[in-house]
């Protein structure tokens, strides 16, 4: 999928305004994770460089009904501010005359970021005036929010119909790396997948067992292929409609070459706390009114040998509720084993993923980690994403 990138037009001088994915964390008013700035600052710093005026936009947080004080981009405003080194110009709207009356002063070379887009309701319709009026900001339109691609709103898709439209830096890269993994992978190639829910994650199952070597299955996502076995899950958590979709996949794999790789043991707890009775038993012996909250030490010693002999690993989801230290262990050995396998081909993709690499220093580790969950795992099931489409071909 080659789409032009910055590189391939003129944009000295001229008014960029760039789709960034700034929806970070704050607490109390500061932002906690910097990771997101940070992947946008070399499209940032280039257009800086080539003297445009650089006009930033992203959403921050699901506000409801409007502007919301807790999710404005005051923050992280502040934040890019220190990452820079420069004054970035912070705007209490992203649309309208007294916008663009601020953003006339801009100078070459100058960042303004726009206010939180998601606090006009336009923005998520895909509203065609509101895409209009964020045109009438600039002279071109980028794409730097692989986050955000999979997403037909207003300022990653409705812009493009109005301002030439082209890739960032990030954008490049996360479509370069996703697509060496696909294209011709190394063998074996694993694919790891936990977190909670089946259906955000069965296009890709359904996809990899067309060539992928194996499917390694822990988190919650787990219980609906257990369950589709008939094992009795006890209390674990289980999406309703995963049950059909898992024992469909399953029925799919038995003429594959691909294998499912399933927990044999998990560590099961009274209660969806760190502070709950526990025990490792083998799956088909969880107590009633237990729930599973992590992988066991066998399942996490077989996902690890699986691991070592890859040659290509796309990792996606944490074994368990890894937040919780009691539960932590099979996502920590997980995590180890993809940050280890020096020979291989390294991806991760979804928001606790990463978090978890970075709780465990391991993200620099990995040859890609990409800042879209959902977007990375459209991509690799082949689904047209709205915020690349749109782009010019190169």
């Not at 940032?44 to 005026?53: F, H, M, V």
């Not at 692989?146 to 898709?157: Q, Y």
């Not at 696909?182 to 359904?206: C, R, T, Y």
């Not at 099979?330 to 020096?342: N, P, Q, S």
Request: net charge negative.
């Amino acid at each position: 999928m080659r789409k032009k990138t910055i590189k391939d037009i003129n944009v000295v001088g001229k008014r960029v305004l760039v789709r960034v994915d700034f929806n970070v964390p704050l607490d109390n008013g500061v932002v906690v994770d910097d990771t997101r700035i940070r992947a946008a600052l070399g499209t940032i710093s280039y257009l800086r460089q080539a003297g445009s005026k650089v006009i930033l936009i992203s959403h921050l947080g699901r506000p409801k009904d409007g502007p919301d004080d807790a999710l404005r981009m005051d923050p992280v405003a502040a934040r890019l501010a220190d990452l820079l080194g420069i004054d970035v110009m912070k705007l209490d709207d992203c649309v309208g005359p007294e916008v663009e009356a601020r953003l006339a002063e801009l100078p070459a070379g100058g960042v303004a970021l726009l206010e939180n887009s998601r606090f006009h309701p336009e923005e998520k319709k895909n509203d065609p005036e509101f895409a209009a009026g964020l045109a009438r900001l600039a002279d071109i339109f980028v794409n730097d929010a692989f986050g955000t691609a999979h997403r037909a709103h207003a300022s990653t898709a409705g812009v493009a119909a109005h301002l030439p439209a082209v890739a960032g830096f990030l954008l490049e890269n996360e479509l370069l790396q996703l697509s060496h993994m696909i294209d011709k992978p190394k063998h074996p190639f694993v694919n790891i997948l936990g977190g909670v829910k089946v259906s955000d994650k069965i296009g890709v199952v359904d996809r990899f067992l067309d060539f992928a070597d194996a499917i390694m299955i822990g988190g919650a996502m787990c219980f609906g292929f257990l369950k589709a076995q008939g094992i009795d899950i006890g209390a674990s958590k289980v999406e309703e409609e995963a049950v059909g979709v898992a024992a469909a996949a399953l029925e799919k794999a038995k003429s594959s070459k691909c294998r499912i790789l399933l927990p044999k043991d998990l560590v099961v707890a009274d209660a969806f706390s760190a502070e709950a009775n526990t025990q490792i038993v083998r799956v088909e012996q969880i107590p009633a009114g237990w729930m599973g909250l992590d992988i066991g030490p066998a399942t996490s010693a077989h996902f690890v040998q699986e691991i070592q002999r890859a040659r290509t690993i796309f990792w996606n989801g944490p074994m368990g509720a890894f937040e919780m230290e009691p539960f932590s262990s099979g996502t920590r050995a997980v995590a180890g084993a993809v940050a280890h396998a020096e020979e291989a081909l390294t991806v991760s993709g979804g928001g606790d993923t990463v978090a978890a690499l970075n709780r465990y220093g391991l993200a620099d580790n990995l040859d890609h980690v990409s800042t879209g969950g959902g977007a990375a795992m459209e991509f690799l099931e082949g689904k047209e994403l709205p915020g690349i489409a749109v782009l010019q071909d190169a």
